[in-house]
């Protein structure tokens, strides 16, 4: 499908962290069981089900991304402590 405002074929679609085994970061907390969605500008969504916890992250201005920031990946670690 073709994101008419990126200008780039789009998907849209649920990760579970299982599927990212070899990723440098974990971007859905800590555990394997643990699914969600980076979304469009940084945004940022998943729950983790084994430790009962949801998490969304959303900023008041979209940036030029397609994966969450590092402000969010360091929100999900200070979840974690």
Known sequence: MMDRIEAMNAFVTAVDEGSL???SRRLFGKSTSSFGHPGAGGSHAFADPENNIAFAY??????QTLLPNEKSLR???????
């Open 21 to 23: 085994a070899g990723a």
């Open 58 to 63: 959303a900023m008041n201005q979209m940036e």
């Open 75 to 81: 929100l999900v670690d200070a979840i974690y402590r």
